[in-house]
């Protein structure tokens, strides 16, 4: 399950960095490589990290079950046989919070590009 999982995330990160690919050639093959690709980018990142997260709360609900059906409970910390697959879990909450940094850099790495520098439009950016 969990290795289902990381295979899922694998494929959401590879797809989020080529579609970022595709949207800046996209832009640049219309010379439009302002504002417009920025936002783009954002929009990009954005949708990636909601698939994802979708992704981590379909394999929390499916642990749960697990836990609900075999073990009559709910927190998978009081399960002692799962202990391994706990820590796994903890691996892969930072996995994903790692991932969603990158994904903030694709955005601020397309300003660089564009403006020279990071302007207003991605500095705050946060997801």
């Known amino acids: 399950m969990i290795d289902d999982y990381v295979k899922d995330i694998d494929n959401i990160r590879i797809e989020t960095i080529e579609n970022s690919k595709?949207?800046?050639?996209?832009?640049?093959?219309?010379?439009?490589?302002g504002g417009h690709n920025i936002e783009a980018q954002k929009k990009h990142?954005?949708?990636?990290?909601?698939?994802?997260?979708?992704?981590?709360a379909r394999l929390a609900r499916d642990i749960e079950d697990?836990?609900?059906?075999?073990?009559?409970?709910?927190?998978?910390?009081?399960?002692?046989?799962?202990?391994?697959?706990?820590r796994r879990l903890d691996i892969q909450k930072q996995e994903?919070?790692?991932?969603?940094?990158?994904f903030e850099e694709i955005p601020k790495t397309c300003d660089i590009l564009i403006?020279?520098?990071?302007?207003?439009?991605?500095?705050?950016?946060?997801?």
């Open 22 to 33: 595709k949207i800046e050639e996209k832009f640049a093959s219309r010379n439009m490589r």
């Open 45 to 56: 990142v954005i949708k990636s990290k909601l698939k994802a997260e979708e992704r981590y």
């Open 66 to 86: 697990i836990l609900v059906e075999n073990f009559q409970t709910r927190n998978i910390d009081s399960v002692s046989e799962l202990k391994e697959e706990n």
């Open 96 to 102: 994903l919070k790692k991932m969603y940094k990158q």
């Open 115 to 127: 403006n020279g520098g990071i302007s207003d439009a991605t500095k705050n950016f946060k997801l």
